[in-house]
């Protein structure tokens, strides 16, 4: 157990609609990563927030975004949904610092149809 | 932006040593390199993490040569609870995470 939560675990919706993936990070832990995993382009890093603020951006879609609140925990909202967003979605979490080991969460599974 | 390469698969028997080579281009003297292993529909598990030389811990050692463009995940003695995908993971300058593609692992008895 990585100390890293995320809900729901599994979450099943149409296109079109929009979702939130919530995500609490290890205690003492002030960055929070997401990430998505598909099976065509494994694992891509989507954006990372360090204390509330958001630090980096990666392949992360305009119709996706995410905050993290003064309790640390973060969620990451999907909309107008499409097929292609069906992924595994994995939230992680560090102290902080770029060199800072990533703790991985057990993942949302999402299945768009 | 480094670019993270890795074998598809491979094959060990229990008991014997297990290589897993990572191949990334362009990474900066800092930029740290982070191995995972991952379970099906688990999320990634630390492993162990380094920038340069040698790092050795109590399952793994990670070997990055001289010229960085690549490093190595050496796992010792593997067992069948070792059967997994590993990654290794590329902090490639500021702020920017890379997976690479991934190595399916299974350990045969």
């Known amino acids: 157990d990585s100390g890293v939560t995320q809900t729901p675990k599994h979450l099943i919706t149409a296109t079109g609609q929009r979702v939130t993936l919530r995500c609490s990070p290890r205690?003492?832990?002030?960055?929070v990563y997401w990430y998505q995993q598909s099976l065509d382009q494994g694992l891509q890093f989507l954006i990372q927030?360090?204390?509330?603020?958001?630090?980096a951006k990666g392949n992360i879609l305009e119709r996706f975004s995410a905050q993290q609140f003064p309790d640390l925990h973060s969620e990451l909202n999907l909309s107008s949904l499409e097929l292609g967003d069906s992924a595994l979605y994995f939230c992680?979490?560090?102290?902080?610092?770029?060199?800072?080991?990533?703790?991985f969460g057990p993942g949302t599974r999402l299945t768009v149809l | 932006l480094a670019k993270t390469t890795q074998p598809v698969s491979m094959d060990s028997y229990e008991g014997q040593e297990v290589n897993i080579t990572c191949s990334h281009n362009?990474?900066?003297?800092?930029?740290?390199i982070t191995w995972y292993q991952q379970f099906p529909s688990q999320g990634p598990r630390f492993i162990i993490q380094?920038?340069?030389t040698k790092v050795t811990n109590e399952v793994a050692s990670l070997f990055i040569p001289a010229d960085r463009k690549s490093s190595t995940l050496s796992l010792p003695r593997v067992s069948l609870s070792d059967t997994a995908v590993y990654y290794c993971?590329?902090?490639?300058?500021?702020?920017?995470?890379?997976f690479g593609t991934g190595t399916r692992l299974k350990v045969l008895a």
């Open positions: 205690s003492g832990d002030l960055s």
């Open positions: 927030y360090y204390n509330g603020e958001e630090r």
């Open positions: 993971l590329v902090a490639a300058g500021t702020y920017k995470y890379i």
């Open positions: 362009n990474i900066a003297t800092n930029d740290y």
């Open positions: 992680a979490s560090s102290p902080g610092g770029q060199t800072d080991t990533q703790y």
């Open positions: 380094g920038y340069k």
